[in-house]
């Protein structure tokens, strides 16, 4: 165990919630900070009854022209009328604190809204002294974009302002543009935004596309992708070397620590994408640490291409790119769903046996060495929902894939609103039978394996700071053991296949968690059987 093994966030569960979508406390048919209180006692009430989460995150709840649904920020230091006001936040906090659970809010550093103050007087006048807040640049000498960025979103990272004739960047919607980081007044704005909801009691931040911050100090192009190819997305006709995860990037992020350190016991997260070794370069190191927990999304981005896509050699490689990679003390974070990708249920779906795979992944996600982020909905088998064109409302399908079905009320009843509203929900609902009400009192659903595992976890010494090591399994099963001196370890398999595989456990033990619920407290001598598309947990004797 480290010095730093009793930080709250290395043993903690947080729940993402997305604001909009979680409890409409006022009728208006969108959820709100009042209804995130009166839901807590479901997240935590200090009984195994609960889900049991040490932490939510809130998706952005900043007054915002709603042009991405928050991530364009118009007030880093306020709530959005939707959603409530500070009084309320600051009772949320109070309720989240009294429930022993912390609380984090989304920061969106990269971009503003374009109706934020700094960019209505940046972009007023070619002499305004927020001019160089933003990045403006003319036209090439030939008429065409500053350079060849494209979006996120689709199309040019470019747009022309009538006022001056100029051009500005915006890495997302040309509603988003772009801060420069690299002017020192920047960043000590941005850095007291960050101090206004610390001084309030918040514990911590997500940070939004944390790597794209900083870019090359010239703008340069982007060179071309060789693997593109037509019909692959526009955005990744270039290599994006030059406006994410730029080099001079890890300073800023270390600077962002030194201000979380003014502070006890908070906590970032960063939003970044990357090889294992990028990711990794987002902890800093032990002279200058960077972000707390960096997001690894390989667990959805190298399995997506196929509904079925959930391979066990895949699960090995990414975590022992990882491990590999991880500064000494550091912690993975992997990411098995958010607000902008496909459920975990919808993505691996194919073949109609997405649940059972959700099922086994609850088991991986709580057995591995990191720190578990869990996306409203996903312990109770929520799916992506089809959505009549007419009722879809995400900016940014118009260029990409929406995000509207993975964002979809939460459903805490069979009733018309769902338990969520007593008026027109501002998203369709999804399958009836996907309810907490439905799950709560069945032993054997999704959602009472979520809280058995997280449960276990919170009591497990091997889970909470134990270390990884593979054991070897069939090349279908993804297998290992988390142990710490002087206590039980923990062995963990998941079935890949469609059919049953026998797994060698050397020291045997007992069954603690498992997808079949008829398999926990059964003894193992050595070899057990794991279902297919199953997993278990077995704790063995201390070491």
């Not at 960050?194 to 090359?216: E, P, Q």
């Not at 995860?245 to 350190?261: E, G, H, T």
């Amino acid at each position: 165990m480290t010095e730093h093994a009793v930080e709250w966030w290395r043993h903690a569960v947080v729940y993402q919630i997305y604001p909009r979508s979680f409890q409409d406390s006022n009728g208006d048919g969108i959820g709100d900070l009042d209804g995130i209180i009166q839901r807590l006692d479901y997240l935590n009430d200090g009984t195994p009854d609960s889900l049991g989460v040490d932490a939510i995150w809130l998706s952005p709840t900043f007054p915002s022209p709603m042009a991405d649904f928050g991530y364009d920020v118009s007030d880093y230091c306020d709530v959005h009328p939707d959603f409530g006001t500070l009084e309320t936040m600051d009772r949320l906090i109070a309720e989240c604190h009294r429930r022993g659970m912390k609380l984090l809010l989304d920061w969106v550093p990269n971009h503003t809204s374009d109706q934020h103050p700094w960019f209505l007087e940046s972009r007023a006048s070619r002499n305004n002294p927020k001019r160089d807040w933003y990045f403006w640049r003319d036209a090439r000498p030939d008429g065409s974009m500053p350079n060849n960025w494209r979006s996120v979103f689709g199309g040019p990272a470019w747009t022309q302002a009538e006022e001056t004739g100029q051009y500005y960047l915006h890495s997302f919607l040309r509603e988003q543009p772009d801060l420069n980081w690299r002017n020192p007044e920047v960043e000590r704005a941005m850095h007291d935004t960050l101090r206004f909801w610390l001084d309030r009691g918040v514990d911590g931040f997500r940070i939004d596309v944390m790597g794209m911050i900083v870019k090359h100090p010239d703008l340069a192009d982007n060179p071309p992708n060789p693997d593109w190819k037509p019909g692959d997305r526009e955005r990744s006709r270039y290599r994006s070397v030059n406006n994410r995860n730029y080099p001079d990037v890890y300073d800023a992020v270390k600077r962002i620590r030194s201000v979380f350190d003014e502070y006890d016991d908070r906590m970032a997260v960063g939003e970044v994408f990357g090889s294992s070794d990028e990711i990794a370069a987002f902890y800093g190191d032990d002279d200058e640490p960077g972000l707390h927990l960096a997001f690894n999304f390989q667990l959805i981005n190298e399995m997506e291409s196929e509904a079925t896509h959930w391979e066990a050699q895949a699960l090995q490689r990414i975590v022992q790119n990882a491990e590999a990679a991880m500064p000494r003390d550091a912690q993975p974070c992997y990411a098995v769903g958010n607000h902008d990708r496909s459920r975990f249920i919808s993505r691996h779906n194919g073949d109609g046996r997405g649940l059972e795979r959700a099922r086994a992944a609850v088991v991986m996600q709580m057995g591995l060495r990191n720190t578990p982020f869990v996306y409203y909905g996903e312990e109770i088998g929520m799916e992506d929902v089809d959505i009549p064109e007419e009722q879809l409302k995400d900016p940014a399908r118009i260029r990409t894939t929406g995000r509207d079905p993975e964002r979809t009320p939460m459903q805490w009843d069979a009733s018309p609103g769902r338990g969520f509203t007593e008026s027109e929900p501002w998203l369709p609902f999804g399958k009836l039978e996907r309810n907490v009400a439905d799950q709560v009192d069945d032993p054997d659903s999704l959602l009472s394996l979520y809280r058995r595992a997280i449960h276990f976890r919170k009591t497990t010494p091997a889970l909470l700071d134990g270390g990884h090591r593979e054991i070897a399994a069939p090349s279908d099963v993804f297998a290992w053991v988390r142990w710490a001196q002087g206590a039980p370890a923990v062995a963990v398999a998941v079935n890949i296949a469609r059919d049953p595989r026998e797994v060698a456990f050397p020291g045997g033990g007992t069954i603690c968690l498992a997808t079949d619920r008829a398999l926990e407290g059964m003894a193992v001598d050595r070899n057990i059987v794991v279902p297919p598309l199953g997993a278990i947990m077995v704790q063995q004797p201390a070491r």
